[in-house]
């Protein structure tokens, strides 16, 4: 079960990730009215930081947990 509560953490997460890095190839920063319908609109900041916010969270967190992994399994192992 365990397994499969990270496998789905890793499927969700990288849809953030993959959505925060494809948001400013979407939207038309020079048409406000190419954004301002959407989520955070009708400011372009609001937009980038509902679109991109996420993405920029999830990235951090597995940076952060893979770092976390890496010191315990350096740990684990015995000197000599």
């Known amino acids: 079960m365990k397994r499969v509560l990270w496998l789905l953490a890793f499927v969700i997460g990288g849809f953030f ?3 925060a890095l494809i948001e ?12 301002e319908n959407d989520w955070g609109g009708p400011s372009l900041i609001g937009v980038l930081l509902v679109h991109m916010g996420p993405g920029i969270l999830v990235a ?3 940076f ?6 890496e010191r315990r399994r350096g740990q684990d192992t015995p000197e000599g």
Do not use: E, H, T
């Not at 952060?64 to 992994?69: D, E, G, K």
């Open 64 to 69: 952060y947990a893979l770092r976390r992994s």
């Open 24 to 35: 400013p190839f979407v939207i038309d920063f020079g048409d406000p009215s190419s954004y």
């Open 60 to 62: 951090v967190l597995f």
């Open 17 to 19: 990730i993959v959505r």
